[in-house]
């Protein structure tokens, strides 16, 4: 059990997976801070539910990609302190075959996780430093680990993030910060539904099955435990034995 009166921020908090490790973090005694960009509705609707149940949580909202915004927001929550969980959950995805993929397609992937990325945790690194304990989870996609067609921009974003949490752990490992990336495969949310049907699911995971939100938010909360302390610089993927 994490200690309590920890604040953890979840990126994309209001989406299927953010939202069950809004969750599954605050059974664990964190304040959890659930950001969106668009749907503060949907964020703040979960925030209440995570207090209906005797959690401690707050709603935000900010555009990742937007670095003033994002830093006006930030620094708003560190008034009350560092912020010492963070989950950089939020992505989007924007498919196409590279030779008929946009500029558009490609430069929005990578300002959502690879810009946001930057954009949310650099200046909440020193704050964090100071406390002397902190966890950093990004969340990646199997897609980083073994490609995918039709996503060469997805992939290397969240392949640059593996990159990055490998770097950024190595900087802070002697002041008590762990930094990971958790690469799910198919997990069974509204947006994997529209991608993913049965027969393909069977064929793809050898468990024939799509993994579930509140399994890839187990993973997050022991990373962002103190159990997981000496695990840092991983990629952890869990994906039902894809690769």
């Known amino acids: 059990m994490t ?32 950001h969106a960009n668009r749907g503060l ?3 703040r609707a979960l925030a209440g539910a995570i207090v209906a149940a005797g959690g401690a949580a707050e709603a935000v909202a900010f ?28 992505g989007i995805h924007d498919d196409a075959v590279f030779p008929g993929m946009q500029l558009a397609q490609w430069q929005r992937v990578l300002d959502v996780s690879l810009n946001g ?21 990004n969340i990646t996609s199997v897609a980083a680990v073994a490609g995918n ?5 997805y992939s290397a974003a969240k392949g640059a993030l593996h990159a990055a949490t490998k770097s950024l752990a190595l900087e802070v490992a002697s002041r008590g910060i762990t930094v ?7 997990i069974a949310t509204a947006m994997s539904e529209a991608s993913f049907d049965a027969d393909a699911i069977a ?5 024939k ?4 939100p509140e399994e890839v938010a187990d993973l997050v909360a022991f990373l962002a435990s103190d159990r997981a302390a000496y695990v840092s610089g991983q990629v952890i993927s869990i994906n039902g034995g894809m690769i």
């Open 3 to 34: 200690l309590p009166h920890k604040r953890a921020l979840v990126t994309g908090g209001s989406g299927g997976i953010g939202a069950a490790i809004c969750r599954r973090l605050a059974q664990d005694g964190l304040h959890v801070v659930v």
């Open 41 to 43: 509705a949907a964020a």
């Open 63 to 90: 555009d990742v990609t937007d670095a003033a915004a994002t830093a006006t927001a930030l620094q708003a929550l560190l008034q009350d302190g560092a912020i010492q969980v963070l989950v950089n959950n939020a």
């Open 117 to 137: 990325f930057f954009h949310v945790t650099q200046p909440l690194t020193l704050p964090m430093i100071r406390t002397r304990w902190g966890r950093i989870i």
């Open 149 to 153: 067609r039709g996503q060469v921009n």
């Open 180 to 186: 990971n990336a958790v690469a799910p495969g198919i």
């Open 203 to 207: 064929r793809l995971v050898p468990m």
């Open 209 to 212: 099955r799509a993994g579930t």
